[in-house]
């Protein structure tokens, strides 16, 4: 079947550690995309990709870092610098960034820091 | 930027009644409006979308109107059934790039058998 793959679906760091987070998708999507949702807020945008080897801040950017080495993998870095990165994180694509369309997200990863 | 306020944050029905959920958003170039439901411990999945020159749409027991004037937007389902119990998310865009949306805080949808 054809979606989008995040890993893991939970996650447990220590404070000052690095933590990757996996988003792999088979539906030949140009775009992709990470969105952090907290609590009683809505999806916010992290970074956006709209083609291999590009990537472009999102509204909270801070803290976080991606890489688009393959068209089908966007993986996700919180790191150390983020100061509240307990969250649940949402990866989702899109067939064209700059066609305001559906965007097909994966189940989630829910990283918490002890 | 783009503010978009979601109302209610919970809501109770009985089962098959019909559930309102409405939304407002502060630019008036806003021209996409979609809604998500995210079932429990999934990702958000698109059921329906309206554009700013569209007043209304439907599918099925689904419906989105807009009022581009009051610039507030809602969605109706009717006939509710327990598979509708989820958490539910608007959105909108200005221009084109779903870079641009603004998504809503949700609104908790319990559907009572």
């Known amino acids: 079947d054809g979606g989008i793959t995040q890993s893991p679906k939970y996650l447990f760091r220590k404070e000052g550690q690095n933590v990757t987070l996996s988003c792999e998708q088979n539906?030949?999507?140009?775009?992709m995309y990470w969105y952090r949702q907290d609590p009683g807020q809505g999806l916010r945008l992290i970074y956006y990709?709209?083609?291999?080897?590009?990537?472009q801040k999102g509204d909270i950017a801070e803290g976080y870092s991606v890489s688009r080495e393959k068209k089908e993998s966007f993986p996700l870095t919180v790191t150390s610098a983020q100061k509240n990165p307990t969250a649940f994180y949402l990866c989702?694509?899109?067939?064209?960034?700059?066609?305001?369309?559906?965007?097909?997200f994966g189940e989630g990863s829910r990283l918490t820091v002890l | 930027g783009e503010n978009v306020e979601q109302h209610p944050s919970t809501l109770s029905v009985q089962e098959g009644d019909s559930a309102v959920i409405k939304c407002t958003y502060s630019d008036s170039a806003s021209n996409y409006f979609p809604w998500y439901k995210q079932e429990l411990g999934k990702g958000p999945q698109l059921i329906i979308d309206?554009?700013?020159?569209?007043g209304e749409k439907k599918d099925q027991r689904i419906a989105v109107t807009l009022n581009k004037t009051a610039k507030h937007f809602s969605l109706h389902i009717t006939e509710t059934q327990p598979e509708d119990s989820a958490v539910y998310f608007c959105?909108?865009?200005?221009?084109?790039?779903?870079?641009?949306?603004?998504f809503g805080t949700g609104t908790r949808l319990t559907i009572i058998p």
């Open positions: 959105a909108a865009s200005k221009g084109f790039g779903n870079e641009k949306l603004t």
């Open positions: 990709s709209q083609i291999v080897n590009d990537f």
């Open positions: 989702a694509s899109s067939i064209l960034i700059t066609n305001t369309g559906e965007l097909f």
């Open positions: 539906l030949n999507h140009d775009a």
């Open positions: 309206i554009r700013s020159n569209v």
